[in-house]
């Protein structure tokens, strides 16, 4: 059983920054990639980062140039570095992975409130 789990999730005000970890336990096989999903209130979920198997990474434009996405595979951990916070970016982020038979798996999200 693959399970994700987020954490680093928090209030910050505008301009600061916060790091998000996904920490995935269980035996997945194929791997394709690991994503970043946010959710706010009112609002459709939205992919916001990437990161493949083969350490290829892609943001949405709402990010690029904000937030970075990582990984450390010895801990099977995905990270996700927020700075220049803004409120817009105020949701519950999800940690998500999808294996190439179309498999994904979610964890259950982390809270991120941004102040102005």
């Known amino acids: 059983q693959v399970q994700l789990v987020e954490s680093g999730g928090g209030l910050v005000q505008a301009g600061g920054s916060l790091r998000l970890s996904c920490t995935a336990s269980g035996t997945m096989f194929g791997l394709y990639a690991t994503r970043w999903y946010r959710q706010a209130p009112g609002k459709q979920r939205e992919l916001v980062a990437q990161i493949t198997s083969g350490g290829t990474t892609t943001y949405s434009d709402s990010v690029q140039g904000r937030y970075t996405i990582s990984r450390d595979k010895a801990k099977n951990t995905v990270f996700l570095q927020m700075n220049s916070l803004k409120p817009e970016d105020t949701a519950i982020y999800y940690c998500?992975?999808?294996?190439?038979?179309?498999?994904?798996?979610w964890g259950q999200g982390t809270q991120v409130t941004v102040s102005s």
């Open positions: 998500n992975a999808a294996t190439i038979t179309f498999q994904e798996y």
